[in-house]
């Protein structure tokens, strides 16, 4: 069992950063790949960026040169948030995949309003 717990949500104004961090907890295998999705209002939950164990990063097009997706050796995943769009506004959550089986944080909240 994986128990991911994520950090660093907030109020922030338009054109802002926030940095969002997910620690992973439990039996890790070494293989696997962490990522960060988001559920704005009304939305379905869709990707944001990926990262694999190898660092191999995978990112939606909206995002792309704002956040940037990063991990350390410990098993704790980061998601950089620069020029922050009232767009950007939802929940955000951290997810690990490996070996078939996909695991979820609680989510964090973030809203980009002025």
């Known amino acids: 069992q994986v128990q991911l717990v994520e950090s660093g949500g907030g109020l922030v104004q338009p054109g802002g950063s926030l940095r969002l961090s997910c620690a992973a907890s439990g039996s890790i295998f070494s293989s696997n790949v962490m990522g960060w999705y988001r559920q704005g209002p009304g939305k379905q939950r869709d990707l944001v960026a990926t990262?694999?164990?190898?660092?191999?990063t995978n990112y939606v097009d909206s995002v792309k040169g704002r956040f940037t997706i990063s991990r350390d050796n410990a098993n704790t995943v980061y998601l950089q948030m620069n020029s922050l769009k009232p767009e950007d506004t939802a929940v955000y959550y951290c997810?690990?995949?490996?070996?078939?089986?996909?695991?979820w944080g609680q989510g964090t909240q973030v809203t980009v309003s002025s």
């Open positions: 997810q690990m995949s490996t070996w078939g089986t996909v695991y």
């Open positions: 990262i694999t164990s190898g660092g191999i």
